[in-house]
């Protein structure tokens, strides 16, 4: 892993929720476009609370593509559940702050709409 964004998502899918948050910036803002609706706030705590709430799934961010240009960092990826369900895919977008943590972080969600083509990320996730 080179990148905190790949970091993040291997820290939060092991669901160990308070060394995935430790990345973030104490006052991180995030924004989550959901397709419930958009998930505003800020702060590392309640980042926590978010993380904390979810349904107890055994969920995975299956990273297929990864960038960076300077002090941003991208992802796209699958969301499965269970192994082998895959419930929909992402793209995430990270501002890394001088000290390396997270402070800015946007993603979003669907849940039928995939830029790769469905069969090649079906592909990839296997790998």
Known sequence: MSYVIEKYYATLD????QDATALLAEDVEFA???????NRDRGRAAMFAYLSGR??????????RVAAEGDMQFAYGA???N???T???????????ADGRIDRYQVSFSADFALLPVQSSREEARR
């Open 55 to 64: 349904p107890a799934v055994d969920r995975k961010h299956v990273l297929l």
């Open 79 to 81: 969301v499965t559940e």
């Open 87 to 97: 419930t929909g895919w992402f793209v995430a977008a990270m501002h890394v702050d």
């Open 83 to 85: 192994g082998s369900v």
């Open 32 to 38: 989550m476009v959901l397709p419930a609706g958009v």
């Open 14 to 17: 092991t669901g160990r929720l």
